[in-house]
Nanobody, 125 residues
Framework: QVQVQESGGGLVQAGGSLRLSCTSSGSASIVYNMGWFRQAPGKEREGISCINWSGDTTYYVDSVKGRFTISRDNAENTLYLQMNSLKPEDTAMYYC??????????????????WGQGTQVTVSS
């Protein structure tokens, strides 16, 4: 069983930065495609970024392009999301997922994806 845990959320002023981390365990010999998703109150969860297992394919939803950067350290089983120039509309619960479908144009989490519990990001105006 794969466990996924996010950290790094918090309260930040508009224009500020946060770096989210996601550690995974329980998949000693498998390197998964990884993704970041977010869900704001009253809205559906959306996939905002992903990175494939080798790190040579990434995806960003238009609303975060140029502001967020996804990266991974496979040796440390850790996924990152550097978030700069944060806006109030970025306020949401952010989730990390392992074993997602990741292409340069989309991220999808199927029934076999592994999810973390989420970390809250709040951006004040």
């Amino acid at each position: 069983q794969v466990q996924v845990q996010e950290s790094g959320g918090g309260l930040v002023q508009a224009g500020g930065s946060l770096r989210l981390s996601c550690t995974s365990s329980g998949s000693a010999s498998i390197v998964y495609n990884m993704g970041w998703f977010r869900q704001a109150p009253g809205k559906e969860r959306e996939g905002i970024s992903c990175i494939n297992w080798s790190g040579d394919t990434t995806y960003y939803v238009d609303s975060v392009k140029g502001r967020f950067t996804i990266s991974r350290d496979n040796a440390e089983n850790t996924l990152y999301l550097q978030m700069n120039s944060l806006k109030p509309e970025d306020t949401a619960m952010y989730y990390c997922a392992a074993a997602v479908a990741c292409t340069s144009s989309d991220v999808r989490a199927g029934r076999n994806a592994y999810w973390g519990q989420g970390t809250q990001v709040t951006v004040s105006s």
